[in-house]
């Protein structure tokens, strides 16, 4: 369950099954991967992004995959925005570089 604390429209508060997050500019809060089960993306609060981690430590926080971004854009839509990238110079796969960036797009716009 998540609960929104606002005051006059600006968010200063959000407490996600019990557990507060953090915020370091009220408009991006960081969410432990642990507390995303069970969450209904219509609860989710339209004004505001979530950037799931592994968990926050006093001004630490802890990622253990591609730093990504969520943002509810409907009633039961959101949008995930991420950056994926590499450097040809040190690129030593058996497939081309460029190949390996199009097909991993494709994997994602697929799904």
Known sequence: MIEIQ???GEINAI????EK?????????FLPKGLVAGLKVSELPETVAFEPCKFREDSTVVLD???MRL?????DK?????EDGGTRKYWDGDIGFKPWMEA?????EER
Do not use: C
């Open 6 to 8: 606002d005051d006059h």
């Open 15 to 18: 407490t996600v099954n019990g």
């Open 21 to 29: 997050l953090d915020s370091d500019d009220g408009e991006v809060w």
């Open 65 to 67: 995959s591609i730093p």
């Open 71 to 75: 943002k509810r854009i409907a009633s």
């Open 78 to 82: 959101i949008r995930v925005e991420f």
């Open 104 to 108: 991993k797009r494709a994997t994602v």
